[in-house]
């Protein structure tokens, strides 16, 4: 016998507001622009401009036209009466909405994207056509003398396999295998050797390495073909030979032990160091595309947040490009008029319902994504007023040491906010200040006492520790213990496990690699 059982649950799901302002709230103002202008083109109900601007343009429209003080007032009094909330939170209009909100007629899914697409689908931007780093090695294979179209097809195969920095990390016999498969191309070990040794002739030098040590040498085999000075193939030849027998040495910087293994001075070796120095670990960033060559001068940082110094107040502001004014399309709000209208004279046709759905559909559209951008800026003033208030001795002096401990829960706690929304406005939002552009994340850290009891951050202890290690002696640099007793002496008592914590996070590396010839 089935038995009938009643069960109750309780689900926690984001509305599609929600998921929209999270989304808003992840991007920086840099990207803001470009994602208003995407709802934009998607949305013709929505449009750029304030109710106030578009009533005071009008009006001085009419002036000019010669209209009369009674028909202005009477305009004006309609505006009043029938304004956009007015009409869209209208009883009569969502009842007559709703009874033919399910009608199978209409032409769309409501709430969904165009034309049956997805909202992410229906957003995407076209990709301009530019030339990349593997097609500037593709137009060099015509520089090689190659037997048949085979062996073409083996170089196109090899090149395709060459990373973005540059180096060759597939195996051959991963690379005979691809072309076995994709291009039934029986290929051996000798032919993609063969053709690779020739790739690595191409422009830029090292290009098609399969490791550092082999790019290096690649370089500097390509500079001893380019120079006829005797003193300088000798550098050169030297370089080679530390390179290709002395490598681990190198990298190791066991500089005695290639002075006494080479028989060289301190200064004949420092002069192969410099060499080695100046060539590129990274050979794909030796091509700059033509097209991408005006990028080339650095990314440009958009300011989310402005702090100024107002004779002793700290004063906060939103970059203006975080409020754009947006307003519903005064067009299809009068559409919307019309079919209330004709809905009291009962003169609603099918299609005329069918239209009135799409209309609801984008202005509801338009109305989450105006409100989802006021409440983004509301989100971002809570949050940054919260850190500023919690970090106003930096903001003062803009001594990095006067940074306080601060976590996500602290500024979760003033602001009433969810720990994961602070996360989102922290991790990609920059604020201007008299002492450069911050990062957000910059001003979160953890505690740790000091030995007189007092709270600092962490912060501080990397900036002391980050202080140490760019004054020291390049010739004898300061070990991790070293670095704890200068700390310690200071008044921050230290492992010396979280020292090399703290400079590893600092991207410093050990004592030995961070020694120099002088």
């Known amino acids: 016998m089935i038995k009938q059982q009643l069960s109750q649950s309780l689900l926690q799901k984001l509305s599609p507001q929600q998921i929209q302002l999270m989304k808003l709230l992840q991007i920086p103002t840099s990207v803001l622009d470009q994602r208003i202008q995407e709802e934009l083109e998607s949305n013709p109900a929505l449009e750029e401009g304030s109710d106030q601007d578009d009533y005071r343009e009008s009006g001085s429209e009419e002036l000019e036209n010669g209209m009369t003080d009674d028909y202005r007032q009477d305009e004006g009094e309609d505006f009043r009466q029938e304004s956009q909330d007015d009409l869209l939170n209208s009883d009569h209009f969502e009842d007559y909405l709703n009874n033919y909100m399910d009608d199978d007629t209409a032409s769309y899914r409501y709430k969904t994207g165009e034309y049956g697409m997805s909202e992410e689908e229906a957003r995407t931007v076209p990709i301009a056509v530019e030339n990349t780093f593997h097609d500037h090695l593709r137009k060099q294979i015509g520089l090689l003398k190659l037997r048949d179209e085979e062996q073409y097809k083996i170089a196109l195969q090899i090149i395709g396999s060459i990373d973005d920095d540059g180096y060759l990390r597939r195996e051959p016999s991963a690379i005979i295998d691809d072309l076995l498969f994709s291009q039934n191309i029986v290929a051996s070990e000798r032919d993609v050797l063969e053709l690779l040794g020739k790739i690595q002739s191409f422009d830029p030098p090292g290009i098609g390495a399969r490791s550092l040590q082999e790019c290096l040498l690649i370089q500097i085999r390509a500079k001893m073909k380019l120079t006829n000075n005797r003193t300088q193939q000798k550098v050169l030849r030297l370089t080679e030979f530390i390179l290709e027998k002395n490598f681990e040495e190198f990298t190791k910087k066991h500089y005695a032990k290639l002075q006494r293994v080479l028989n060289l001075t301190e200064a004949q070796l420092k002069v192969a160091i410099d060499e080695i ?3 590129n670990p990274k050979p ?75 209309i609801k559909h984008k202005i509801e559209g338009a109305k989450w994504f105006i409100d ?17 208030e919690h970090q106003r001795e930096y903001f003062f002096t803009g001594d990095q040491k006067k940074i306080r401990p601060m976590i996500l ?13 602070v996360s989102r406005v922290a991790n990609s939002k920059f604020v201007q200040t008299e002492y450069g552009t911050k990062r957000l994340k910059e001003f979160f850290s953890e505690s740790m006492q000091n030995e ?67």
């Open 372 to 388: 989802a951008i006021k409440q983004r800026q509301d989100t971002l003033f809570r949050t940054m007023h919260a850190i500023m």
């Open 409 to 421: 829960k602290d500024i979760a706690k003033e602001t009433q906010l969810d720990i994961s929304t």
């Open 452 to 518: 007189e009891g007092d709270e600092v951050s962490t912060l501080e202890v990397k900036k002391i520790l980050s202080d140490l290690v760019q004054n020291e002696s390049k010739s004898k640099p300061l070990s991790d213990e070293k670095l704890k007793s200068l700390l310690l002496k200071r008044g921050y008592n230290i492992a010396r496990r979280t020292i090399a914590k703290y400079r590893e996070q600092l991207n410093i590396p050990v004592a030995r690699l961070r020694k120099e010839l002088v």
């Open 284 to 358: 794909s960033s030796g091509y700059i595309d033509s097209q991408q060559a005006p990028m080339s001068t650095g990314q440009v940082i958009v300011p989310d947040f402005i702090i100024l110094n107002r004779d002793g107040e700290l004063e906060l502001s939103l970059n203006s490009r975080n409020a754009p004014d947006l307003r519903i399309n005064d067009h299809y709000l009068e559409m919307l008029r019309h079919y209330k209208d004709n809905k009291k004279a009962g003169l609603n046709s099918k299609k005329e319902k069918e239209a009135i759905l799409f």
């Open 277 to 279: 120095l100046k060539l």
